[in-house]
């Protein structure tokens, strides 16, 4: 029986379907953790397929693939290095499982199934996965070691079972996403299990985008006590090694990193950035354009490219027509040339009245309304995707959640893009982002420290300026109203009449629900953006088109 075993936590970055990339990263992080002298290395949930796979689980060459990897990465461990705890999809039985396996001396030595399939906002595992039996600890050189996955250890349950059937420590691989408040809400969950069981445990996370989730890794473990044992930085790639001593019988974290987590302002930052530098990489895009209007949105999507991809891969354009500012138009080029992109001026004149031209017999005796607005956003987003085509950059789209819950935004025009790495921040939250990285250089992000908005554009009254002296205020509430009704009906459920007790005009919230299930069609059709809050649009929040619901006393 030994009493000291070191534990590498591979808190990495995998690719969805790229079982031969992921098995090779799987290989040069144990050559790490072997060089780092530890006993056992643990990767993430699913880390073999990528998560999450969605319905690639379903086909069986997928799944022979999966295991393929798995059992030639099972060989590797014959050379007496670290053993290997793996997520892995896992077909046996006719049933497709979401699996861990133990891998040491050559060979797979225990598999273990994921019981608690979660079937909520971005998870729908139920369909594609069968739940697995209640486990009990495998063991592993002479230590018996628990290992629920991710979803098993927020009800007491599966960790329950573990400590009847004589774990000693948990060891839990996480596909956990991120959301702002999620570090809270884990670590309270994990103290919860580790009061329960009085077992001590390490929570190893992803890391890394994937469609519109985003992985942050800040992976942890705590000692039997509940006191932290060990705490891995926020989205950062890492091997690290964490080395636990067995006294009375009792496992305890002797050493560890204890990085710091950081503001939450910062970690939405990086969100983003993580989560639009990973869509274009792992999508195989060598560049991203975008409009630079003079505006916040634009302004802020700009810096996001920039920190994310380095200022040589972001275009900018400018697309004026007859309402277009001079402060707009030198407020975009300040911003341009603060980032050091590419900035281009493309005239829309011309274009837009070759539309109105046309439409004009179809038009004649209707005065000019909303129409003539939208042409403008449409041929600015058609200009837009033939730069994208043409030079092969991805158009980023850059409409913020309170647009986007409303309304305000054009089909085929301005929603027109790739990916929207602000798709699920308020405005309010969009400006307060805007000035904190005026403020701050995060980590990782390739942009220049010092002011990268131009303060101007922080300023001036938001304006889409598609009619003469436009604000976004002739149309919508001001925006610190507007987006504490928006976040009382999206994220928290709440009614008109609730909404309204805050102290919220009713006929304000009336008008502001009505807004936000009409727009549910322009939604539909928008890019992916990166998940923020707890309830997005897109996964988590799927409402039907076709809907005559409203919250009206009867």
């Known amino acids: 029986m030994i009493d000291r075993l070191s534990i590498a936590c591979a808190q990495l970055n995998p690719v969805v379907g790229d079982i031969a990339g992921n098995l090779s990263k799987a290989r040069a992080a144990r050559a790490e953790a072997a060089r780092l002298g530890a006993d056992l290395v643990v990767f993430t949930e699913l ?14 060459a997928f799944q022979r693939a999966c295991r393929e990897a798995v059992e030639s990465l099972a060989r590797d461990t014959f050379d007496a290095g670290p053993a290997v705890i793996v997520g892995t999809p896992w077909h046996e039985d006719i049933k497709t499982y979401n699996a861990v396996c133990l891998l040491d001396e050559g060979r797979i030595t225990a598999t273990r199934f994921k019981v608690d399939l979660p079937n909520y906002g971005p998870f729908d595992e139920k369909r594609v996965f069968a739940p697995g039996p209640l486990p009990g600890p495998v063991s592993f050189r002479g230590i018996r070691l628990g290992i629920p996955i991710c979803e098993d250890i927020w009800d007491e349950e599966v960790v329950e079972c573990l400590e009847e059937t004589g774990a000693e420590l948990l060891i839990v691989p996480n596909g956990s ?19 329960e069981s009085g077992l001590p445990m390490v929570y190893v996370n992803q890391l890394g985008g994937q469609d519109e989730l985003v992985f942050d890794g800040a992976s942890f473990g705590l000692n039997a006590d509940r006191s932290l044992a060990f705490q891995m930085p926020a989205f950062e790639e890492a091997v690290s090694v964490t080395t636990w001593q067995r006294t009375g019988g009792v496992w305890r974290c002797v050493a560890g990193p204890m990085a710091r987590l950081e503001e939450p302002e910062e970690l939405i930052w990086l969100a983003c950035v993580q989560g639009l530098r990973d869509y274009v990489e792992k999508t195989g895009f060598p560049s991203v354009l975008l409009g630079l209007s003079g505006g916040v949105d634009s302004a802020i999507c700009a810096a996001l490219s920039v920190d994310a991809l380095g200022a040589g891969r972001v275009h900018c354009v400018m697309l004026p027509y007859r309402y277009t500012s001079n402060a707009s138009l030198a407020d975009a080029a300040a911003c341009a040339e603060a980032l050091g992109v590419r900035y281009d001026v493309v005239p829309i004149a011309e274009p837009v009245d070759g539309f109105l031209h046309a439409l004009a017999p179809i038009f004649e005796g209707r005065l000019p309304d909303v129409t003539e607005e939208n042409l403008q956003s449409r041929a600015r987003g058609t200009i837009l995707m033939a730069i994208s085509n043409k030079l092969g950059p991805m158009l980023v789209t850059t409409g913020n959640k309170s647009e986007m819950s409303v309304g305000y935004s054009t089909l085929y025009g301005d929603m027109n893009g790739g990916f929207n790495p602000i798709k699920d921040l308020y405005k309010t939250e969009v400006y307060r982002l805007a000035r904190w990285r005026n403020a701050h250089r995060p980590k990782g ?3 220049p420290a010092g002011t990268v908005i131009p303060q ?21 509430p001001p925006y610190e109203i507007l987006d504490d009704i928006l976040e009382s009906l999206v994220e928290n459920e709440m009614s008109v009449a609730e909404i309204a007790a805050r102290g919220h005009d009713r006929g304000l919230v009336e008008r502001v629900e009505q807004m936000l299930n009409v727009a549910e069609y322009k939604r539909r059709q928008a890019p992916p953006g990166v998940k923020i809050t707890r309830k997005n649009f897109g996964r988590d929040r799927r409402y039907p088109i076709v809907n005559r619901f409203r919250d009206r006393a009867l």
Do not use: M
């Not at 880390?47 to 069986?60: K, N």
């Not at 959301?179 to 009061?195: C, E, F, G, I, P």
């Not at 598609?466 to 976004?472: A, E, I, K, S």
């Open 47 to 60: 880390f073999i397929s990528g998560y999450p796979p969605e319905d690639l689980v379903l086909r069986p």
């Open 177 to 195: 996403p991120w959301w702002k408040y999620k570090h809270d809400l884990r670590l309270n969950v994990a103290v919860q299990r580790v009061t």
């Open 445 to 447: 992000c390739l942009g």
């Open 456 to 476: 101007n554009i922080l300023t001036k009254a938001p304006t889409a300026e598609l009619r003469p002296g436009q604000t976004d205020q002739d149309s919508l």
